[in-house]
């Protein structure tokens, strides 16, 4: 997109100011590059936007679909009071293998708990051992089964719990009508459930910067949306 020049350099310019480049941050990414990791971990920006968020709802306990190497993983967990916990899961073993030398360099393995597997059948392990509620759920594994990961999480949360979605715009594929894409495809569905569901307040925020076009659903659980 002809604008992406200066999303980028807006994302510069606001790393800049909310600086220095923190080393732990800078060699977990180091780390997911060197051992083949996708780059397509949240920006920092968007780190610090989760990190409002979890703070915002005053979140201790966090439940994440999609580890990677663990970099939203840190930024999530540093927002967290001293006694707070993550539950964290990945389907790569590689990934998580990543994921937790990067969050031992950050000091923080003992608050994350890297669960290897496919999401579903982890998300339906901690419904029957009785896990949550969580106070906060970020969503960004596999796009296909985002209405499946939303349901998940609504039977392991509460109300006032944040439920948080990435990539569900798309470059705005999103809206241009049914697609071929399972991707995308999988989002449409996702936003199209969160929207209609009467058990959370939702909406979805379009953003733009190093990534690209694309956006976050947000939805807090309780009271039904007028
Ligand atoms: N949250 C990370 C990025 C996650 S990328 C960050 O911002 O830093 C998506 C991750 O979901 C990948 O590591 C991928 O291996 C994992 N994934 C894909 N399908 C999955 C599944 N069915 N169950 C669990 N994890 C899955
Ligand atoms: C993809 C996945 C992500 O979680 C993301 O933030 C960007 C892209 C992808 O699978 O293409
Ligand atoms: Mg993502």
Known sequence: MANDRVFQQVDGYLDELFGPADPVLEAALERSRAAGLPGIQVSSNLGRFLQVLVRACAARTVLE??????????????????????VTLEFEPRHAQVARANLADAGLTDRVDVRVGRALDLLT????????????????????????????????????????????????????????????????????????????????????????????????????SP
């Not at 051992?129 to 392991?156: H, N, T």
């Open 125 to 224: 392990e901690l419904d029957r051992s009785g896990a949550g509620p969580f106070d906060f759920v970020f969503i960004d594994a596999d796009k296909a089964p985002y209405a499946e990961y939303f349901e998940a999480s609504m039977r392991l949360s509460r109300p006032g719990t944040l439920i948080v979605a990435d990539n569900v715009v798309r470059k705005g594929a999103v809206a241009q009508g049914p697609s071929d894409d399972p991707d995308v495809a999988g989002i449409q569905r996702f936003n199209a459930l969160v929207a209609r569901d009467p058990r959370v307040t939702a909406c979805v925020l379009q953003q733009v910067g190093v990534k690209g076009h694309d956006g976050m659903a947000i939805a807090v659980v309780g009271d039904p």
């Open 65 to 86: 679909i999609g580890t990677l190497g663990g970099y939203s993983t840190i930024w999530i967990t540093r927002a967290l009071p001293a006694d707070g916990r993550v």
